[in-house]
């Protein structure tokens, strides 16, 4: 139990750096709140028990479901060097669109390669993850600009029941922090903050349901402009 408490108080502690020290890095910041939707689809299909490829369709809208925000294809090869640890090389394909009022100039490519490392372990009920990611990103402009960026997500899952009865429901937080490996200009490394607390459904033994409230915190290149979206995310999940 002292590792699920240090667990939540590092989750604690994510959600208030990501949230909070945006919010003080720059006297000048103007900050724009949307309210957005976004629809997933996971996939996942295991050719051993140590290889397996798993995918995601999102679809990312603004202004609840009246304009794109993003849209975005995942697809990764995952290898499992433990029951607790497994390692992934990816590829993203994203379509950012201009939005909200602080909108891009047009809609731009995105190409990213992934490589990851997730943990997983058990307390109690409780299940908790890591998931340590390094993303290049080639951005699709004028002149094609490479940027790289990490990030951590920690998350937390445990299975809801009624008067001792284990039902098919479970409840699952997660914190995603996104850092620049280097400085913009003007300075700084904060690229965005996720927070997110929902409801999962298993529908099956292998497909379930998700719907939750994520709180998405981003600051723009110039480090004055900054986001501060509320997103309501639907997903259908085949594992």
């Given at each position: ?35 957005n939707?976004?629809?997933?689809l ?11 490829v ?19 294809v ?17 590829y ?44 290049h ?5 004028d ?48 690229d ?5 607390g ?7 033994k ?19 402009r ?10 259908l999940?085949?594992?």
């Amino acid at each position: 139990m002292h590792c699920l408490s240090s667990t939540i108080k590092t989750l604690i502690l994510l959600v208030v750096l990501g949230l909070v020290v945006p919010l003080t890095s720059s006297a000048q910041q103007v900050v724009a709140h949307h309210q957005n939707v976004w629809l997933d689809l996971s996939l996942k299909h295991k050719f051993s028990e140590k290889q397996s490829v798993s995918g995601l369709v999102s679809l990312r809208r603004n202004d609840f479901v009246a304009d794109w925000q993003q849209s975005l294809v995942r697809i990764n090869f995952n290898h499992k060097l433990s029951d607790n640890f497994t390692g992934t090389l990816g590829y993203d394909f994203a379509i950012n669109f201009p939005y909200g009022q602080q909108a891009i100039d047009e809609r731009f490519f995105e190409h990213r390669v992934v490589e990851q490392v997730s943990l997983k372990n058990t307390v109690s009920a409780w299940k908790i993850s890591h998931r340590y990611r390094l993303e290049h990103r080639f951005l699709m402009l004028d002149e094609t600009s490479l940027r790289n960026r990490f990030r951590y997500k920690l998350g937390l899952s445990h299975p809801l029941s009624i008067k001792g009865e284990k039902t098919p429901w479970s409840f699952t937080m997660f914190n995603e922090l996104f850092v620049h490996l280097r400085k913009t200009n003007p300075a700084h490394y904060f690229d965005q903050n996720w927070a997110y607390g929902g409801l999962d459904y298993m529908l099956t033994k292998h497909v379930s349901v998700s719907v939750g409230y994520m709180n998405q915190y981003l600051t723009k290149p110039d480090g004055i402009r900054t986001e501060n979206n509320h997103t309501l995310i639907v997903g259908l999940k085949r594992k």
